[in-house]
Protein backbone atom coordinates (compact mmCIF):
# COMPACT_ATOMS: atom_id res chain seq x y z
CA UNK A 1 0.00 0.00 0.00
CA UNK A 2 1.71 3.61 -0.84
CA UNK A 3 -0.78 5.48 0.66
CA UNK A 4 -0.80 7.61 3.80
CA UNK A 5 -0.24 5.66 6.64
CA UNK A 6 -0.76 6.73 10.31
CA UNK A 7 -0.21 4.63 13.88
CA UNK A 8 -1.62 3.93 15.87
CA UNK A 9 -4.98 3.43 14.64
CA UNK A 10 -6.41 3.52 18.04
CA UNK A 11 -5.29 4.64 21.27
CA UNK A 12 -6.78 4.72 24.41
CA UNK A 13 -5.04 6.61 27.22
CA UNK A 14 -5.74 8.40 30.63
CA UNK A 15 -5.63 11.85 31.56
CA UNK A 16 -2.37 13.77 32.26
CA UNK A 17 -0.99 11.41 30.13
CA UNK A 18 1.75 12.09 27.12
CA UNK A 19 0.46 10.38 23.66
CA UNK A 20 2.62 10.29 20.02
CA UNK A 21 0.81 9.68 16.56
CA UNK A 22 3.17 8.58 14.07
CA UNK A 23 2.23 9.83 10.65
CA UNK A 24 4.56 8.16 6.71
CA UNK A 25 3.20 10.31 3.68
CA UNK A 26 3.02 9.35 -0.15
CA UNK A 27 6.86 8.82 -0.56
CA UNK A 28 7.33 11.75 -2.68
CA UNK A 29 5.12 14.46 -1.11
CA UNK A 30 6.65 16.92 0.14
CA UNK A 31 3.70 18.71 2.12
CA UNK A 32 2.86 16.65 5.21
CA UNK A 33 -0.59 17.98 7.31
CA UNK A 34 -2.38 16.98 10.45
CA UNK A 35 -6.00 17.47 11.22
CA UNK A 36 -8.62 17.14 13.59
CA UNK A 37 -12.04 15.84 13.76
CA UNK A 38 -14.64 15.30 15.64
CA UNK A 39 -17.74 13.72 16.24
CA UNK A 40 -20.38 14.60 13.49
CA UNK A 41 -17.75 17.43 12.33
CA UNK A 42 -15.53 17.89 9.40
CA UNK A 43 -11.54 17.76 9.96
CA UNK A 44 -10.31 20.66 11.44
CA UNK A 45 -6.51 22.00 10.25
CA UNK A 46 -3.69 22.12 12.86
CA UNK A 47 -0.89 22.49 11.23
CA UNK A 48 1.74 21.58 7.92
CA UNK A 49 4.92 20.85 6.70
CA UNK A 50 6.69 21.37 4.14
CA UNK A 51 9.40 19.36 3.68
CA UNK A 52 11.07 19.37 6.76
CA UNK A 53 9.74 23.16 7.75
CA UNK A 54 6.54 23.63 9.64
CA UNK A 55 4.97 26.31 7.72
CA UNK A 56 2.05 26.57 9.57
CA UNK A 57 1.25 25.87 13.36
CA UNK A 58 -0.77 28.93 14.45
CA UNK A 59 -3.73 26.69 14.67
CA UNK A 60 -2.50 24.30 16.58
CA UNK A 61 -5.05 24.05 19.49
CA UNK A 62 -2.76 24.51 22.54
CA UNK A 63 0.61 24.52 23.54
CA UNK A 64 0.13 21.24 24.42
CA UNK A 65 -0.09 20.11 21.09
CA UNK A 66 3.13 19.43 18.84
CA UNK A 67 4.52 18.66 15.52
CA UNK A 68 7.66 17.32 13.97
CA UNK A 69 9.01 16.68 10.82
CA UNK A 70 12.73 16.08 11.63
CA UNK A 71 13.51 14.66 7.91
CA UNK A 72 11.09 15.89 6.07
CA UNK A 73 9.55 12.48 5.78
CA UNK A 74 7.49 10.77 8.61
CA UNK A 75 5.70 12.94 11.26
CA UNK A 76 4.77 12.42 14.79
CA UNK A 77 2.10 14.66 16.41
CA UNK A 78 2.31 14.65 19.98
CA UNK A 79 -0.34 15.74 22.67
CA UNK A 80 0.93 16.01 26.48
CA UNK A 81 -0.91 16.19 29.84
CA UNK A 82 -4.05 14.96 27.64
CA UNK A 83 -7.49 16.08 28.35
CA UNK A 84 -10.77 14.48 27.86
CA UNK A 85 -11.53 17.07 25.09
CA UNK A 86 -8.58 16.04 22.76
CA UNK A 87 -10.76 12.75 22.40
CA UNK A 88 -11.15 12.98 18.46
CA UNK A 89 -9.95 11.45 15.38
CA UNK A 90 -6.46 12.67 14.21
CA UNK A 91 -5.64 12.78 10.01
CA UNK A 92 -2.60 12.92 8.73
CA UNK A 93 -2.42 13.94 4.51
CA UNK A 94 0.30 14.59 2.50
CA UNK A 95 0.57 15.92 -1.31
CA UNK A 96 3.05 17.57 -3.70
CA UNK A 97 3.61 21.14 -3.75
CA UNK A 98 3.45 21.31 -6.98
CA UNK A 99 2.09 18.85 -9.06
CA UNK A 100 1.31 18.04 -12.68
CA UNK A 101 -1.11 15.68 -14.40
CA UNK A 102 -4.48 14.00 -13.32
CA UNK A 103 -4.16 14.61 -9.57
CA UNK A 104 -2.07 17.68 -9.62
CA UNK A 105 -1.17 18.50 -5.89
CA UNK A 106 -4.37 16.61 -4.38
CA UNK A 107 -3.95 16.40 -0.79
CA UNK A 108 -4.28 12.55 0.28
CA UNK A 109 -5.40 11.40 3.78
CA UNK A 110 -4.42 8.49 6.09
CA UNK A 111 -7.63 6.62 7.83
CA UNK A 112 -6.67 8.34 10.83
CA UNK A 113 -5.98 7.94 14.34
CA UNK A 114 -8.76 7.46 17.21
CA UNK A 115 -8.01 8.65 20.32
CA UNK A 116 -10.00 8.04 23.53
CA UNK A 117 -8.94 10.25 26.80
CA UNK A 118 -10.01 8.33 29.94
CA UNK B 1 -15.98 29.20 7.27
CA UNK B 2 -16.70 26.84 4.32
CA UNK B 3 -17.37 28.39 0.89
CA UNK B 4 -19.60 26.09 -0.07
CA UNK B 5 -23.21 24.73 0.52
CA UNK B 6 -24.63 21.37 0.38
CA UNK B 7 -27.85 19.89 1.61
CA UNK B 8 -27.21 18.17 4.73
CA UNK B 9 -28.76 14.50 3.13
CA UNK B 10 -29.86 12.79 0.06
CA UNK B 11 -31.20 9.30 -0.52
CA UNK B 12 -30.58 7.68 -3.79
CA UNK B 13 -31.29 4.00 -5.28
CA UNK B 14 -29.51 1.68 -5.95
CA UNK B 15 -28.21 1.10 -9.35
CA UNK B 16 -29.24 5.25 -9.77
CA UNK B 17 -27.44 7.60 -10.69
CA UNK B 18 -26.52 9.87 -7.47
CA UNK B 19 -26.21 13.55 -8.15
CA UNK B 20 -24.79 15.59 -5.44
CA UNK B 21 -24.62 19.69 -5.40
CA UNK B 22 -22.87 22.22 -4.25
CA UNK B 23 -22.91 25.75 -4.45
CA UNK B 24 -19.84 27.79 -4.67
CA UNK B 25 -20.80 31.32 -5.45
CA UNK B 26 -17.58 32.99 -4.08
CA UNK B 27 -15.30 31.05 -6.12
CA UNK B 28 -12.25 32.86 -7.13
CA UNK B 29 -11.24 32.15 -11.19
CA UNK B 30 -7.93 30.63 -9.70
CA UNK B 31 -9.51 28.34 -7.18
CA UNK B 32 -10.18 24.57 -7.68
CA UNK B 33 -13.31 22.61 -6.97
CA UNK B 34 -12.64 19.55 -4.66
CA UNK B 35 -14.72 16.31 -3.73
CA UNK B 36 -13.70 14.00 -1.11
CA UNK B 37 -16.38 12.11 0.76
CA UNK B 38 -15.94 9.93 4.31
CA UNK B 39 -17.19 6.37 4.85
CA UNK B 40 -18.15 6.21 8.90
CA UNK B 41 -15.27 6.09 10.83
CA UNK B 42 -12.48 5.97 8.05
CA UNK B 43 -9.96 9.09 6.20
CA UNK B 44 -11.63 11.57 3.63
CA UNK B 45 -11.14 9.95 0.57
CA UNK B 46 -10.44 11.92 -2.66
CA UNK B 47 -12.74 11.56 -5.38
CA UNK B 48 -12.29 13.87 -7.99
CA UNK B 49 -11.52 17.82 -9.00
CA UNK B 50 -11.69 20.48 -11.60
CA UNK B 51 -11.59 24.11 -12.36
CA UNK B 52 -14.02 25.01 -14.84
CA UNK B 53 -14.18 21.59 -17.36
CA UNK B 54 -16.12 18.89 -17.09
CA UNK B 55 -13.65 15.79 -15.40
CA UNK B 56 -14.21 12.10 -15.21
CA UNK B 57 -12.38 9.59 -13.55
CA UNK B 58 -13.38 5.75 -12.42
CA UNK B 59 -14.96 7.12 -9.60
CA UNK B 60 -17.28 10.19 -10.59
CA UNK B 61 -18.26 13.01 -13.10
CA UNK B 62 -17.83 16.60 -11.84
CA UNK B 63 -20.04 19.31 -13.94
CA UNK B 64 -19.36 22.65 -13.73
CA UNK B 65 -21.76 25.54 -14.50
CA UNK B 66 -20.25 28.12 -17.02
CA UNK B 67 -20.20 30.63 -14.20
CA UNK B 68 -18.82 28.10 -11.85
CA UNK B 69 -20.86 28.90 -9.32
CA UNK B 70 -22.16 25.73 -8.83
CA UNK B 71 -21.18 22.19 -8.92
CA UNK B 72 -22.50 18.51 -9.07
CA UNK B 73 -20.91 15.09 -8.35
CA UNK B 74 -22.59 12.50 -9.78
CA UNK B 75 -22.30 8.92 -8.67
CA UNK B 76 -23.23 7.10 -11.79
CA UNK B 77 -24.46 3.25 -10.64
CA UNK B 78 -24.58 4.20 -7.08
CA UNK B 79 -23.98 1.33 -4.64
CA UNK B 80 -24.64 0.53 -1.39
CA UNK B 81 -20.94 0.95 -0.50
CA UNK B 82 -21.46 4.78 -1.59
CA UNK B 83 -22.84 5.35 1.55
CA UNK B 84 -20.83 7.99 3.30
CA UNK B 85 -20.30 12.35 4.06
CA UNK B 86 -19.72 14.24 0.70
CA UNK B 87 -17.79 17.58 1.03
CA UNK B 88 -17.68 20.02 -1.51
CA UNK B 89 -13.98 22.17 -0.76
CA UNK B 90 -12.90 25.00 -2.66
CA UNK B 91 -9.50 25.54 -2.49
CA UNK B 92 -6.68 27.93 -4.18
CA UNK B 93 -4.14 25.76 -6.84
CA UNK B 94 -1.43 25.42 -3.48
CA UNK B 95 -2.85 26.47 -0.70
CA UNK B 96 -2.34 24.13 2.00
CA UNK B 97 -5.60 24.36 4.53
CA UNK B 98 -8.46 22.76 3.58
CA UNK B 99 -11.89 24.23 4.79
CA UNK B 100 -14.32 21.64 5.36
CA UNK B 101 -17.95 22.03 5.73
CA UNK B 102 -21.09 19.73 6.90
CA UNK B 103 -20.89 17.75 4.23
CA UNK B 104 -23.91 16.13 1.89
CA UNK B 105 -24.85 12.29 3.81
CA UNK B 106 -25.83 10.49 0.91
CA UNK B 107 -27.59 7.52 1.60
CA UNK B 108 -27.99 4.60 -0.71
CA UNK B 109 -31.02 2.48 -0.02
CA UNK B 110 -31.00 -1.25 -1.73
Known amino acids: DTGVSQDPRHKITKRGQNVTFRCDPISEHNRLYWYRQTLGQGPEFLTY????????KSRLLSDRFSAERPKGSFSTLEIQRTEQGDSAMYLC?????FGTGVTGNTIYFGEGSWLTVV | DAKTTQPPSMDCAEGRAANLPCNHS???????VYWYRQIHSQGPQYIIHGLKNNETNEMASLIITEDRKSSTLILPHATLRDTAVYYCIVRGYSNYQLIWGAGTKLIIKP
Open chain 2, 26 to 32: TISGNEY
Open chain 1, 93 to 97: ASSLQ
Open chain 1, 49 to 56: FQNEAQLE
